[in-house]
């Protein structure tokens, strides 16, 4: 007896199973978002479908209750479709298998789909429900969370009476969030500027490799290194003094990642050549004891290179050191309503030469709307300034965690009557 069906509450658990037989990854989903109209239709709930493909079901106050306010539950109808490498799941037309592991329910050798399916089960069992009192409901099922976010971007104003959202799609049990940085991508980019490379130098690739990395939103508190900054750092404390000069940079990948390697083209004149390894050695040793304990596999290495035709001029070098070191890749200011949660982060992801350009790129988050685009100005200004065009894209807003909102105060107390615990509440960055 170990199926869905056997667990309680027996209303959500039994959504939660239809939910499973149909198939629902993003971009296929319009079938599970179908079915739950039509159980709401059934129901006599008034459902509707918005523009973008988001279905909005609304229901009455129970008896006595019509005076409070009304309240949305949101959740989001798609999946991530990911298998096992020797699974032959067909995400569009399978059903998702589950099975019961202790106190697990899990999928055999596929994604589950508990996010967001558990949310959405929760919220329809309510609405589906006869024996809960209640004010005003509404139940928002988006499209599109886990690929473009297009159902929630495509909500228009007016289809919704609620002043109050709940979104049941967090991670872990006992946590309730009240707030999320958004963010803005930053890309400065310069025109190459070279000059031939002097014919007595030879070339090295400076390699910065270990780093720890991590998330630019959850890790960015951790005072990580990051490897832009660090080979910018050596160039700064060296290039003028063992007239190093920089062929190319490629530091980092992602701009939602604190860069974990950064690999440098340069050359110096083969009289430097011990100077230069000299260096290397007691800039390795330095970063070592500043960032001993954190990043414990942080090499800087050395590899000789077939010597370019071109560096950089001087002068852009020069310039491109100084705007990286003025380049604050690290938390700009703390909540001053949660403590220990980073406010504002700016993260210096990418630092990569093309053959016509260079292109630099940073990922802003702040949980408030105008400090980010402040900080995306700061930024943006730093390499105006040496000459760089900047373009702010990929804007999202951020929520702004209110903690002293009536909703927290009652989920909260709510919360505790139920399972005897105070839930943990959360701002994530
Ligand atoms: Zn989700």
């Known amino acids: 007896m170990s199926s869905i069906e056997t667990l309680s509450p027996t209303p959500v658990w039994s959504i939660f199973k239809q939910i499973c037989d149909i198939p629902h990854p993003s971009k296929h989903e319009l079938k599970l978002r179908d079915h739950i109209r039509c159980l709401c239709d059934e129901k006599g709930l008034k459902t509707v479908i918005d523009p973008t493909g988001n279905l909005i079901v609304s229901k009455p106050a129970t008896e006595g209750m019509q005076d409070r306010q009304c309240v949305v539950i949101q959740g989001h109808v798609d999946m991530v479709p990911q298998k096992n490498a ?5 995400f569009v037309n399978d059903p998702i298998t589950t099975y ?15 996010d967001n399916g558990i949310g959405v089960a929760a919220g329809l069992a309510v609405m589906l429900s006869d024996d809960i009192t209640h004010g005003p409901l509404e139940l928002l099922c988006t499209i599109e969370e886990e690929t473009s976010m297009r159902g929630a971007f495509g909500l228009e104003s007016g289809y919704l009476e609620a002043d109050i959202l709940l979104n049941l799609d967090t991670e872990d049990e006992g946590e309730l969030y009240v707030g999320c940085a958004g963010g803005a991508d930053i890309i400065s980019t310069l025109q190459l500027q070279q000059q031939a490379t002097p014919d007595s130098h030879i070339a090295y690739e400076i390699q910065v490799k270990g780093l720890l990395g991590g998330h ?3 890790d960015i508190e ?3 290194a990051n490897a832009n900054q660090m080979v910018n750092r050596f160039l700064l404390s060296y ?8 062929a190319n940079f490629n530091g980092g990948t ?3 990642a604190i860069p974990r390697e950064s690999f440098t083209l340069v050359t110096f004149d083969q009289a430097c050549e011990a100077a230069f390894k000299q260096a290397i050695e007691e800039f390795s040793q330095l970063m070592l004891a500043e960032y001993g304990k954190t990043e414990i596999n942080l090499t800087i290495d050395i590899q000789t290179a077939a010597l370019p035709n071109m560096v950089l001029t001087q002068e852009l070098q020069n310039k491109l050191q100084l705007a990286i070191a003025s380049c604050i890749s690290a938390p700009l200011r703390m909540s001053d309503q949660f403590e220990g949660v980073v406010e504002t982060s700016n993260n210096l992801a990418i630092v990569k030469s093309y053959e016509d350009r260079i292109e630099i790129i940073c990922l802003t988050r702040s949980l408030i709307n105008s400090a980010r ?5 700061l ?7 040496i000459g760089a065009k900047t373009e702010i894209s990929g804007a999202y807003p951020g929520w702004k965690p209110n903690p002293d909102s009536a909703i927290l105060q009652t989920m909260s107390k709510g919360y505790k009557a139920l399972f005897g615990k105070t839930p943990a509440i959360k701002v994530i960055h």
């Open 373 to 377: 685009d402040f900080t995306c100005q």
């Open 86 to 90: 020797d699974s032959t799941h067909d």
């Open 379 to 385: 930024i943006a200004g730093t390499f105006e300034m």
């Open 100 to 114: 019961i592991d202790g106190e697990w329910l899990k999928a055999k050798g596929t994604t589950l789909g508990s």
């Open 254 to 256: 992602l701009r939602n």
């Open 239 to 246: 290039a003028k003094k063992l007239d190093i000069r920089v």
């Open 216 to 218: 630019s939103g959850l």
């Open 222 to 224: 951790h005072g990580r």
